[in-house]
């Protein structure tokens, strides 16, 4: 049970020291947001420190097994795959792909998202109501449903997958922030500020916008593991990355022909999916604890 501690009138925190403190409080949440840290500097710099290029084949060391298997050598740290490529090498370029890219989906789906849903959020009438009920009937799709579909219309490749997961994840961006200003509009405050001469801008900005930015940390939390699995999914099913890219979602699909004889090709790459999923959810359910008690 988290201890409540009890500070002096001169000692008083400030809102985001608050959240820091319920946040590192919470041991998975902080487990969670090291792993992020280090997943993130693996992107940016993995390609850097990876010790082969991406497509380097060895003939003489095709489906070596890890290090850690009696089979297995220094060299080759995670083993090889059946072209003799170095599954270590690839992982870390394919960081850059797959989290890397990632991220860039979802900056563009909350900018984008961001925009529409304040506007709508603001507007009253049949026009807020048309657009909740549209975007009601475009999130009854799942997003991969709607990547793949996308996809299929455009072609498969890294550049049509950004856009065709963007596009599957904009909608719940758009509905989340379109939702909270709505149900923030009818707050006691919200008229208060109407009836102090607020304009809209200055009410949605100062009033509304500090009550809403908790509903856009969790919801960017979301769609970063979304868009990761998306676009492992859309490269396992060849319609993403094709090879050889070192794709993570492309990786898990090359290496299913081996499965059986040699299984680290397929469970390293899935290893690496599960985790930086796993690592995000942790790193969203802790914001979502630490962000709760600010609205309550």
């Known amino acids: 049970m988290p201890q409540i501690k ?3 009138e001169d000692e008083i ?12 409080d919470n041991p998975f949440a902080f487990a969670g947001l090291w792993a992020v840290i280090g997943i993130l500097l693996l992107s940016i710099f993995g390609p850097l420190i990876a010790p082969y290029a991406p497509e380097q084949q060895d003939p003489h060391a095709l489906l070596l097994a890890p290090s850690w298997d009696p089979a297995g050598t220094v ?3 995670l083993g090889t795959d059946d072209l003799g490529r170095d599954i270590f090498s690839r992982l870390l370029h394919g960081a850059h792909l797959t989290f890397g890219m990632a991220l860039g989906i979802v900056v563009t789906a909350l900018t984008v998202g961001f925009i529409i849903g304040a506007v709508s959020g603001m507007m009253k009438g049949l026009k ?17 449903l709607m990547a793949i579909l996308v996809v299929a219309v455009m072609g498969p490749g890294l550049d049509n997958v950004f856009w065709a997961v963007g596009l599957a994840l904009t909608p719940q961006f758009v509905r989340s922030i379109h939702q909270a200003i709505h149900e923030e509009l009818q707050k006691e405050y919200v008229t208060a500020a109407k009836l102090d001469g607020a304009n809209p801008f200055q009410i949605f900005w100062y009033v509304i916008m500090p009550n809403v930015w908790d509903t856009v940390i969790i ?12 676009i492992a999914a859309l490269g396992f099913l060849n319609l993403g990355a094709q090879a050889p890219s070192p794709e993570w979602g492309a990786m898990v699909s090359q290496g299913m022909d081996n499965l059986l004889t040699a299984p680290w090709t397929v469970t390293i790459p899935g290893i690496a999916i599960l985790c930086s999923v796993l690592a995000i959810n942790l790193v969203g359910d802790g914001l979502r604890s630490a962000l709760s008690p600010i609205n309550n």
Request: hydrophobic share 45%.
């Open 6 to 8: 009890i500070y002096q």
């Open 13 to 24: 925190p400030s809102p985001m020291r608050k959240i820091w403190h319920s946040f590192s």
């Open 75 to 77: 060299e080759h740290f």
């Open 128 to 144: 807020s109501s048309i657009l909740s009920h549209l975007l009601d009937a475009l999130l009854s799709i799942p997003s991969l």
């Open 219 to 230: 919801q960017t939390t979301l769609g970063i593991s979304a868009a990761i699995l998306d």
